[in-house]
């Protein structure tokens, strides 16, 4: 006997239909998969057949073929359990009478037949092209983003064979009680202090600028880094749907039932390997940090600590908002457009440009800054040198400006580059410059000194234009004033750290 | 005062040739070099230690199986050429070229080689030295002094280390001064490797300096030897910066030994890196009070310095609501901020103002006031 199930399995982000076919057939009692599936597909031959018998079905003493149609996509993962298990029980004549066309099946499943969670399920019931689709409790929120497909959650092989007989009603999706991502509650307004860094990190959130942050442990950089999400603008429907699609695939926990709206913040550490911070990895191909940080923060604290080949891969990403990962099987494209937000101490000590003084050779400097390359430094706009706050702001510290100001001049501020046509004033090409990013007299002079005086590059020129586009957005002025381009040279040019030769490292 | 040193007898290009040769033996200290040529004619001397036969150091004992085996290894008149070729200029105790203020020291180099264009003879020379650890505060006075008295004509002679001698050199290049530079290595060993454009400006601009041939490497025992030339080529030594047991101390006892005078420049009690300056001054050093001061007691002109002047006297011009709040140590720029009650832009402003004429320098997340 024949039968044939639908399911679907992952991509990249994007799930893939797959046609289960099972024939059972005379021969010597055999059970294979083929197919191009991976390891863990493969494994699902052990899993399915304990799982029909723990369920009290009934395993077929037959030679078992499975092919997983079409051939030519490779399958990962647990996901097409289930849909395996239920063409078994359809060939084998157990599920006569069911109308498998109307049905898809997205689970893995345990060896006591009960249905479990895979990674990517949101991605696979989008692909399953059927009105409705079997997955498992704990997917089933996952699932209910999908209008007009009908989410089936049935606990177990058993009950949910009990379901298609018409035995018993499909149970109710169940409750979910608890929002996965806890919205932390961190405000501006619990930063005193650090006026210029603040404002870094407000244009940071309207221009889509990335930002570095240097300064001595202690001087609030992670603080302030987590606070960068709060101020950037919901996502939008296409980047939240990527941006959840990714975070499923991971196996992340996602908001019930709609969209992730809120940017996310990942902040990797810095041992984390390869795999997990760009993509990859052994089998399975899984987004890294910097796709689960799509659409939000990328936090690097200790940035010198990272490895040079992870800081490398940044520069791609960076360029393009997305990152390729390549296989044996071929590449898979992953996005990733996310605000970088890194962070370091500026020497060994970490007093280096603070009142305190530093304990550091020459020497250990120089190293310490050599850590960082040129390349990733330059797609860094802004660059702000933070000290530890000191007793004056114990005294009179007033509460900082809270998120909800500074959100709402960064919406606004997003709102007139959106004007322009361009998603943000990051991205500005060259060639708009004159058009967009016109100076005023004084604004144009100050450049011109900046440069002179060799604070600046030329292409450090380019980017602090834009950072004063940004400024003016915010500020809400047309032409970029002499104020907003004074602050953009400030946050751009590098503080001169060390200059025993008087050059200044831009 | 030294019965050992005599004219170097060199003749020919083959004499000239072993004394090369000879300088590049390992572990020899200027003395024993004057010893090995006490012994007579340079080309027996070298041949001496090519068979082991040297009476100094017979090949039978360590020094002299080193030097053999390194000598073996050495053609004298390829060698010869190998530094000509690079354009390196040789200067010998007794040649016309030699300079006049090490003909009399009492431990003078026996030869000298040179990279650049500069004399080695100026009319005024005043060594600019100092810790490689320094701070801000040490950076600014070896910058402004180096500046103003290479502007009044003085070459600045330093030992082109990270710190105080880098800047110095730096900043008297920068004015277009003249600036000696007395390495430990070979004129052609970059050490420390980040001061490699400050090497090239040196070798161009001014002169760079070693008693020891192409591709020797700055080791530690050729540091005193470095360190009395610097104070041999001096008429002055400014110590700006030096812990008490710095190796610029012993470029001080190098100077006091040659009559050089010897100035410090006093720094905070706080602060390490000041501690032997400061202890100098308690042992009665003269003191470097500013810039004029030593121009004046070196007896050096002012008078081509006008454009430096003119330069400052813009800057002291500048009229800045910012300015008088800027300390000549570092300041926080957040507090700045806070004690002005500005925006960060209107800040910007002002700050980017007196960091273009040069008033101010940021550090970091500081700044301070240059002048
Ligand atoms: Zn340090």
Redesign the interface.
């Known amino acids: 006997m024949l039968s044939s199930v639908v399911s679907a399995t992952v991509r990249g982000i994007d799930g893939q239909q797959v046609v289960v076919e099972v024939h059972v057939g005379n021969g010597l009692p055999a059970f294979n998969v083929v197919g191009l599936p991976d390891a863990s597909c493969r494994e699902a031959r052990d899993r399915v057949r304990a799982a029909v018998l723990s369920s009290g079905l009934t395993w077929p003493s037959a030679r078992i073929t499975v092919n997983l149609a079409p051939s030519g996509v490779p399958k990962q993962g647990s996901g097409l359990d289930l849909a395996i298990a239920v063409g078994v029980l359809a060939a084998n004549r157990q599920l006569d009478g069911v109308d498998l066309d109307q049905l898809g099946f997205v689970a893995e499943l345990g060896l006591d037949g009960s249905l479990r969670n895979v990674p990517g399920t949101l991605s696979c019931v989008a692909a399953v092209a059927a009105p409705q689709v079997v997955v498992a409790p704990a997917s089933a929120h996952e699932a209910a983003f999908h209008e007009g497909i009908t989410v089936r959650a049935p606990a177990t092989l058993g009950e949910l064979v009990h379901c298609l007989l018409g035995q018993c009603p499909w149970p109710e999706p169940p409750e979910v009680d608890t929002v996965p991502v806890p919205a932390k509650s961190c405000d501006l307004a619990d930063v005193s202090g650090h006026l210029f860094a603040r404002t870094a990190l407000e244009i940071a959130a309207a221009g889509g600028h990335n930002l570095l942050l240097i300064g001595p442990p202690g001087a609030g950089k992670s603080m302030l880094a987590r606070r960068l999400p709060g101020l950037m603008p919901d996502l939008s429907d296409e980047v939240a749907l990527q941006t959840t699609r990714v975070h499923s695939v991971a196996g992340l926990p996602i908001p019930p039932a709609e969209l992730m709206r809120t940017p996310p913040y990942r902040a990797p550490h810095h041992s984390a390997s390869m795999a997990a911070l760009i993509g990859g990895g052994s089998g399975r191909v899984r987004p890294g940090e910097i796709s689960c940080a799509h659409g939000g923060v990328l936090f690097l604290d200790e940035l010198g600590e990272f490895s040079p080949s992870a800081l490398d891969a940044l520069r791609q990403p960076l360029e393009d908002g997305q990152i390729r990962v390549s296989r044996a099987r071929g590449t898979v494209v992953f996005p990733a457009d996310f605000n970088l937000v890194a962070a370091m101490n500026p020497c060994p000590c970490g007093f280096l440009g603070s009142v305190e003084p530093c304990r550091c050779t020459d020497a250990a400097r120089h190293r310490y800054m050599r850590r960082l390359s040129g390349p990733l430094l330059d797609r860094i706009d802004l660059r702000v040198h933070m000290s530890r706050p000191d007793v004056h702001h114990l005294l009179d510290a007033p509460r900082g400006e809270p998120t909800a100001a500074v959100r709402a001049r960064v919406l606004s501020a997003r709102d007139r580059a959106a004007e322009r046509g361009f998603v943000s004033n990051s991205q500005l090409p060259t060639e708009v410059l004159d058009e967009f990013a016109s100076l005023s007299g004084e604004a144009e002079q100050l450049l011109r000194d900046a440069l002179r005086s060799n604070r600046l590059s030329a292409r450090g020129m380019v980017r602090t234009r834009l950072v004063a586009r940004t400024i003016a957005d915010l500020n809400g002025t047309t032409a970029i004033e002499a104020s907003a381009m004074a602050l953009a040279i400030q946050l751009r040019s590098t503080p001169v750290l060390f200059d025993s030769m008087g050059a200044n490292h831009e | 005062m030294n019965e050992l040193v005599c004219p170097v007898p060199i003749e020919c290009d083959v004499s000239l040739a072993s004394v090369v040769a000879l300088s590049g033996l390992p572990n020899l200290t200027p003395r024993r070099f004057w010893q090995l040529l006490g012994l007579g004619d340079p080309i027996a001397a070298w041949n001496a230690i090519v068979s082991g036969t040297s009476p100094l150091a017979p090949g039978i004992t360590d020094t002299g199986t080193r030097w053999q085996r390194w000598a073996q290894g050495i053609d004298p008149s390829s060698m010869l050429e190998s530094q000509r070729h690079a354009g390196v200029t040789i200067h010998w105790h007794g040649s016309p070229s030699y300079p006049t203020r090490l003909i009399d020291d009492p431990e003078p180099p026996v030869l000298l080689y040179c990279l650049g264009t500069a004399t080695l003879d100026p009319s005024r020379s005043v060594a600019i030295v100092g810790t490689?650890?320094c701070?801000a505060y040490g950076?600014n006075v070896a910058?402004e002094l180096a500046a103003a008295l290479g502007s009044a004509g003085a070459t600045i002679v330093s030992g082109l280390a990270?710190?105080i001698d880098?800047?110095a050199h730096?900043?008297v290049l920068?004015v277009g001064g003249s600036a000696t530079a007395v390495v430990a290595g070979g004129v052609d060993i970059v050490y420390?490797r980040?001061?490699r454009?400050?090497y090239e400006s040196v070798s161009r601009s001014g002169a760079l300096v070693s008693e020891w041939p192409l591709r020797a490497r700055a080791l530690p025992w050729r540091f005193p030897a470095r360190n009395r030339t610097i104070a041999g080529l001096s008429d002055a030594v400014v110590v700006v910066e030096s812990a008490e047991r710095g190796g610029s101390m012993y470029t001080v006892d190098e100077a006091a030994n040659r009559n050089r005078r010897v100035f410090a420049v006093p720094g905070p009690i706080t602060?390490t890196a000041s501690s032997g300056t400061n202890r100098l001054i308690a042992d009665g050093a003269e003191v470097a009070l500013c810039a004029d001061d030593l121009i004046e007691t070196l007896g050096l002109k002012r008078s081509n310095r006008s454009s430096e002047v003119k330069g400052k006297s813009a800057a002291q011009a500048v009229d800045s609501w910012l300015l008088t709040e800027v300390d000549f140590t570092?300041?926080?720029?957040?507090?700045l901020?806070?004690q002005t009650g500005r925006?960060?832009?209107?800040f910007?402003?002002e700050?980017?103002?007196l960091?273009?004429v040069?008033a101010i320098?940021?550090?970091?997340?500081?700044v301070e006031r240059v002048r």
């Open positions: 490689r650890r701070t950076r910058r990270h710190g880098a800047t730096a900043a920068a420390p980040s001061n454009a400050l602060s570092p300041t926080s720029i957040d507090l901020v806070a925006s960060v832009g209107e910007s402003i700050l980017e103002r960091l273009s040069g320098r940021r550090i970091g997340a500081t």
